[in-house]
């Protein structure tokens, strides 16, 4: 969650993030690789957050949640500044590929001031689904994915590292929950190894979501650095981290099942492949590519295929590969400036979701995050007033890291002994 509160001495905004505390807490190295420094930064509870945007003044909160952390945040938000003349701007969205839970996320997402829709593709359907329910839709904005630049592609550097020239690099960008089984996981890996020892002169890196013990959106149960530790990969092959525009920069060939790596490679006009190996499934989300001219197999790259993206295509999933992207945000940043010179301030928020049209659905989301059906705090919900003690960051820190233990390691275990 990230604010930006009211103008002061200041030149030019300030920006106060706030970490929701939960299993997907960034590490310092995540927040790291985001590339936008926070003038301030802290690790709360949702009450904690609730009761800070009741004393604080900002101009926009943009919530950066997964769908039911941003239904709670609302209905919480509502329900602190029931009796304020004046509140900021909130604005929510998705980030990356929307290929699943569409109608479930939206509506979760329903409240806010502005929807970002990712895309005119992504923005006709967002208003579908509103619509289609009845609820207001004036809040779908669109704009462009949040995280695309970089230098356009400009060919391959070279087939050896001889000549003063880099190898040329081919990238598999993994995801942490597609494929979810250790065949197909395996399947992948295996096959990212032996183009490996196919093309020696190749560079050939395994991009990693996140490190070991670290978490992101989705639970990842089998991470790819503990499958690779059973093969005997060649010397050009090598896992990476980091920002992926980094990796791109270095990039001749992106490979992916489904990962929002391959809209950034697009972006950039890097040769990209959404895999087909594993079928052309909801499940794995490379349906959403279909149309887009990139999907292959494993053999069909071995044997040499480039893949040739359909402009139309590419042009309606928010890449903006046309030079465009500088002014793709203008319908956004206008909305918001509206939205702040409003005579009489903004009008309180409106989730789809109350008690009366999801009585079944909607406490059990608040519950999650300590709030009762009205948006009030529950009895007994955690809301610390300090900043906790060593002690206290050291027991968090490991209680963290044994749930991701037991996610990633015991689960898994269970499940198989299940199976029997």
Request: hydrophobic share 35%; aromatic share 6%; glycine share 10%.
């Amino acid at each position: 969650m990230e604010t930006a509160p009211r103008e002061g001495a200041q030149v030019g905004p300030l920006l106060d993030g706030f970490l929701l505390r939960g299993r997907a807490t960034p590490t310092p190295r995540q927040l790291a690789e985001v590339g936008v420094r926070a003038d301030s930064l802290r690790e709360v509870t949702a009450v904690e957050f609730l009761r800070a945007m009741a004393e604080e003044s900002y101009d926009v909160l943009v919530l950066s949640l997964v769908g039911g952390g941003v239904q709670a945040m609302l209905h919480g938000l509502g329900r602190v500044w029931q009796d304020r003349t004046e509140r900021p701007v909130v604005v929510t969205g998705y980030v990356g590929v929307v290929y699943e839970k569409l109608a479930d996320g939206l509506l979760l997402r329903h409240g806010a001031d502005l929807v970002l829709a990712n895309s005119r593709q992504d923005a006709d359907r967002f208003r579908a689904v509103y619509e289609g329910v009845g609820a207001d839709a004036s809040a779908v904005t669109e704009v462009a994915l949040p995280f695309l630049g970089g230098a356009p592609y400009e060919g391959e550097h070279g087939p050896s590292a001889e000549q003063g020239r880099r190898p040329s690099t081919v990238v598999f960008a993994a995801q942490p929950s597609v494929p979810e089984s250790r065949k197909d996981r395996t399947y992948l890996l295996n096959r990212l190894v032996q183009h490996a020892r196919r093309h020696p002169e190749r560079e050939v890196l395994l991009k990693l979501r996140s490190k070991p013990g670290e978490h992101t959106t989705h639970i990842e149960e089998l991470p790819y650095q503990k499958l690779v530790q059973r093969l005997d990969p060649p010397d050009n092959f090598r896992l990476v981290y980091g920002n992926m525009g980094e990796v791109l920069d270095r990039t001749d060939l992106l490979v992916t099942v489904s990962s929002t790596a391959a809209l950034e490679s697009l972006h950039r006009r890097v040769p990209t492949v959404v895999l087909t190996d594993l079928g052309i499934r909801e499940s794995l989300g490379n349906h959403h590519f279909v149309g887009s001219g990139c999907l292959a197999s494993w053999d069909q790259l071995d044997a040499g295929h480039r893949p040739e993206p359909d402009e139309e295509w590419v042009s309606r999933q928010g890449v903006a590969a046309d030079g465009s992207y500088d002014s793709a945000f203008d319908a956004a940043r206008t909305r918001i400036a509206e939205l702040l010179d409003r005579p009489g301030g903004l009008p309180p928020l409106t989730p789809y979701y109350t008690p009366v049209t999801a009585p079944g659905y909607l406490p059990g989301i608040l519950a999650r995050h300590h709030l009762g059906p009205d948006g009030t705090p529950l009895p007994g919900a955690p809301a610390a007033d300090t900043e906790p003690g060593p002690v206290r960051q050291i027991v968090r820190r490991a209680a963290r890291g044994a749930y991701r233990h037991g996610v990633q390691r015991v689960a898994p275990v269970i499940r198989r002994m299940g199976e029997l």
